[in-house]
């Protein structure tokens, strides 16, 4: 390859970096504000909250709360304290960083150059901030990632040992106990280690089962019930779920893809082009099953994001003629250029820089004080207003809407709270009442009224 042949790669890595480095200046412009970026970010405070006072971040059956992810999280945000939503943010972002310095290494250990190590990471950062809301967000899922990168760091050290591996899975299994979707990159290391090296694959698979097994007999030990046991909640399935987000990471995942089938079929026996291609087909082919369930977003696609973006920048390293690799490179960044432009006009305005989220955060500064008002309990659909109103936590309305559609729980209780008229305010993330059953909808009209409405949410007290 010549000097002259890398300047169409540096300026893409350059040109995409300072997209990145915007992108990541509104984060930071956002992080602090106390309005509702997802769902997710109260609910992941109240359970953060619940380990660092209670012990547990795990209700009771009876509660109406449900947590249905590992404790690792919970424990850690509540260890570092203060404002659980906004530590969160920090720790997302702090952990984005990470998987990006860490994605960086490994493309490194792969072969790649400085640059094509760069362009891989930034071609995932910059996937993230077009397709998700995960960078800057209160959720463990890119915590996960870090810790798991760890994981993948060592297994790529060379020479590899038994010893090595053990430590490995360790990483590994911490990672799961983070987030429970983190288990296609050990699949894909133990995959690939059995490929290379048979030895050292089955001492990197046992080892696993090994922490794993010990891992589930410390959490039965701590909170009285199995894990899975624990993560097995009720969850519907639609296949409409998966043309909705296909829509949204298609655009960019399509040219990585073929950028992966390329370097499987041309390079297929070198052992990183190999890692990439089985790390790929594992990550996409789960990540889209996984995203027919109600309530899962694209972080089940993380992990193919990753996996694509390392493939990039080993495939622009493994090719070598002068004009393949510009040609490669502008193809690459094409899809994110149409991305940007998707995006809508609100990005070019001074208020989106200056003044992010300004109206949101007025709105959510007078619901929260409206929620902080009521003369008692509440009920919210989106936690974090609840979270910041001071108030308990009362109910999960999503899962408690997916255990009723799913008939393994019964609406008896709410519905006697309701009628009972136990909550002092209730808010709904429509302008319609959350009622997942008949008697749910009856209840609420009987005993509720409607105190505010506007075009996100919907405010009820008791009549």
Known sequence: MTSRNDYVLRIAVIAIGAGCVVGIIHVLGVIGLRVPLDPNEGWNAYFAQAAALHGSPYPAASSLMTNNYPPLSFYFIGLVGGDAIITGRIVALISFMAVAMMMSVAARRMGCTRTEAAFAVLLFASCLLLTSDYVGMD????????????????????????RTMVMAALIFTVAFFIKHNLVLLPITTGA???????RLGVTFIISGLIFLLIGMGIFREAFGTGLFTQLAAPRLYHASNIVAAMRVWLPWAAVPTAGTV????????????????????????????FLGGDGVDVNALFD???????????????????VSRPVLALIYVLPLAILVFLLGPDWR?????????????????????????????????????CYWASKPAEADLFNLGQQYAKRVRSDAAFVSLLDHRAFAIVEFESPSEFAPTTRIAQSLARNYRVIRRDDDRLFMAPR
Not at 141 to 150: K, T
Not at 270 to 284: E, G, N, S, V
Not at 363 to 375: D, V
Request: hydrophobic content about 50%; overall charge negative; charged content about 20%.
């Open 139 to 162: 959720d463990p899922q890119l915590l996960g990632h870090a810790v798991a990168m760890g994981g993948l760091l060592v297994t790529l050290l060379e020479p590899r040992s038994p």
């Open 192 to 198: 690939w280690l059995l490929l290379l090296d048979r």
């Open 262 to 289: 390329l370097l499987a079929v041309l390079w297929r026996r070198d052992r990183y082009a190999m890692f990439c291609a089985i790390y790929a087909a594992t990550a996409a082919g789960a990540g889209i099953f």
């Open 304 to 322: 193919a994001d990753i996996a694509l973006s390392l493939s990039a920048g080993v495939l622009l390293n493994r090719t070598v003629r002068d």
């Open 349 to 385: 305005t001074s208020d989106y820089w200056l003044h992010p989220m300004e109206d949101d955060t007025a709105a959510a500064r007078s619901e929260i004080e409206l929620i902080t008002n009521a003369k008692g309990p509440a009920i919210c659909e989106m936690l974090s207003l």
